[in-house]
């Protein structure tokens, strides 16, 4: 050790302190305080229990930007959440799903619609019963009915005309032919709502027999309208359920971040898209439908048109089912 300290013309001391093991810098700039951020995330998930850290983290950077303040990176919320136990159980995907190869996302708004039923079964053993029209490209629920009995062709058709009315207004026809995608269903099917269809600018389009993925994106917004909303919400009987849809519906339309479109809500996709062309389509607020163009008006023969207000309330348990 002296002839190296001589050669090199330095203390024997200096290269012992060079020497000795120093510890770890750390790298980077230093964690930040998680309290506030931690109340914020409970804050979010004792509203939306069933959000996971992306779609939380999604909410967060949609409040800070509106406050200006900084943005908050996915890893820390992810980091966070683990810490405190927040996130959600991993899905093991063991279950077996038919293979489909085909594509039903579209790159414009307004190209193909779909459409699908559901139920939502509440306390008392009653249960409502739900179709709606969704947007292949922004994923926006457009429209819907609901009702306790059995939804048949009179109201599929009367879903048609509020989806073509709520984008475009109380139009005879859609400005291009939009395809309307479906199941099997007797009330998709039947004779008067395929000519309907026909009749307003929408092109029938149904799914092979026993393949559900083919209306894959109406699947699984079944499944997040009942896992986000339905089932943790109050569903006492078909009354409650039937007051609270319009607002789950508005909250998906305008607050839900959704992972094909960025994170964003679909009207934020909506309103987006919009400023990038110089052709944007209509808004998609809901109206009640009032327009003149009602099924009833272009040959179909369902019940009078209902508005939105009469609609949410409506629980008529006798309506028939539609087998034409």
């Known amino acids: 050790m002296k002839t190296v300290a001589d050669t090199l013309g330095v203390a024997r001391s200096n290269l012992a302190v060079q020497s000795a093991p120093k510890p770890p810098q750390r790298r980077g700039r230093r964690p930040q305080p998680e309290e506030a951020l931690l109340a914020e ?91 709606f029209t969704l947007d292949c490209c922004d994923r ?55 000519a309907l269809a026909r009749v307003i600018g929408l092109v029938p389009r149904t799914t092979p027999i026993e393949s559900p993925q083919s209306n894959g994106m109406a699947e699984a917004f079944v499944k997040t309208f009942k896992r986000d909303y339905a089932q943790v919400r109050p569903r006492p009987d078909a009354a409650t359920v039937m007051q609270q849809l319009d607002c789950w519906f508005e909250h998906y339309n305008a607050v839900h971040p959704h992972k094909a479109l960025g994170y964003q809500s679909p009207r934020e996709f909506r309103a987006s898209a919009n400023r990038s062309t110089t052709d944007p389509a209509v808004g998609a607020s809901r109206r009640p439908h009032e327009g003149e163009t009602s099924a009833g008006g272009l040959g179909s023969s369902p019940p009078a048109a209902r508005s939105a207000e009469t609609r949410s309330v409506w629980l008529d348990a006798s309506t028939p089912a539609d087998h034409s």
């Open 140 to 194: 926006e629920a457009i429209s819907w009915i609901a009702t306790t009995g059995g939804i048949d062709g009179s109201d599929i058709r009367d879903l048609m005309v509020q989806s073509v009315e709520q984008r475009f207004g109380p139009v005879g026809s859609v400005p291009t032919p939009i395809e309307w995608l479906s199941d099997n269903g007797s009330p998709y099917v039947a004779t008067d709502t395929r």
């Open 41 to 131: 995330i409970e804050a979010i998930i004792a509203e939306l229990p069933t959000y996971g850290y992306r779609r939380v983290r999604a909410l967060l950077h949609r409040r800070h930007a509106q406050t200006g303040e900084p943005a908050v990176n996915a890893k820390r919320v992810y980091r966070v959440m683990k810490t405190h136990g927040l996130l959600l159980q991993r899905h093991s995907g063991t279950s077996l799903e038919r293979r489909h190869d085909g594509r039903v996302a579209v790159d414009r708004s307004d190209t193909r619609w779909c459409s699908d039923g559901f139920e939502i079964g509440c306390d008392n053993g009653e249960r409502v019963r739900i179709a």
